[in-house]
């Protein structure tokens, strides 16, 4: 929770948002870029433009007729715990929608701080579990969870000040992770399946789950 909160704080500038997008992108991923070989920062970019900038997300109709998230087979990674994270995700943003429908302030704002809360630790303990199985677009998928939480960030600030960001936030939440499941989740379970079913295997005590449920979700 700590380190989610510092996690937040340190992400709280705007978002680019027009032309230079790309730009700013890359400026903000690889400040250090003289020391990353360029190839490497070529083959990221081109990742986090294909999964990021150029994404269609689910249109607000399409959204609205959905209203209330519901799981399909195709959200699915078959790594079970994984799943089952994403799956609770979704829960919490379903409780921000029934939140919103009861108008009450408090528990949005509990629910906005509980959604971000938890979507942190799972972003956490997915790029521990990236790195451990070796996937070699795991820093562009790491800048991918740090650029959205940059956006869910400024949310968060406006609704502290006061603003009703609920509807918004709710809209973002649920295209981005749909979006952000079916393409860039879905290409790490393609890349480094087997080694992520060996490392997520054990179930035991000391395994890796157990291990990283305690690191990051206490
Ligand atoms: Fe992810
Ligand atoms: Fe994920």
């Known amino acids: 929770?700590?380190?989610?909160?510092?996690?937040?704080?340190?992400?709280?500038?705007?978002?680019?948002?027009?032309?230079?997008?790309a730009l700013l992108?890359?400026?903000?991923?690889?400040?250090?870029?003289?020391?990353?070989?360029?190839?490497?920062?070529?083959?990221d970019f081109r990742y986090i433009r294909k999964h990021v900038l150029y994404r269609n997300y689910l249109s607000d109709e399409v959204l609205n007729i959905m209203g209330y998230l519901v799981w399909t087979k195709d959200l699915d990674t078959g790594i079970g715990v994984i799943d089952g994270q994403h799956k609770r995700i979704v829960e919490y943003i379903n409780k921000l929608h029934d939140a919103r429908l009861t108008r009450d302030n408090?528990?949005?704002?509990?629910?906005?701080?509980?959604?971000?809360?938890?979507t942190m630790s799972h972003f956490s303990f997915e790029e521990a579990l990236l790195e451990d199985a070796g996937y070699q677009f795991v820093r562009p998928h790491k800048k991918v969870h740090a650029l959205f939480i940059r956006r869910v960030a400024e949310f968060q600030a406006r609704y502290k000040a006061g603003e009703d960001v609920s509807e918004e936030l709710h809209g973002l939440l649920a295209r981005w992770?749909?979006?952000h499941i079916r393409n860039d989740d879905a290409a790490y379970v393609l890349a480094v399946k087997s080694t992520i079913n060996s490392l997520t295997g054990d179930k035991g005590e000391g395994g890796w789950v157990a291990r990283s449920f305690k690191k990051f979700f206490s």
């Open 1 to 21: 929770m700590r380190r989610n909160k510092a996690r937040l704080a340190g992400n709280g500038a705007p978002f680019p948002r027009a032309a230079t997008q």
């Open 25 to 43: 992108l890359v400026l903000f991923i690889y400040p250090s870029s003289i020391i990353i070989p360029i190839g490497t920062c070529i083959k």
């Open 106 to 118: 408090k528990s949005i704002g509990d629910i906005i701080e509980d959604t971000i809360d938890y």
């Open 177 to 179: 992770l749909f979006n």
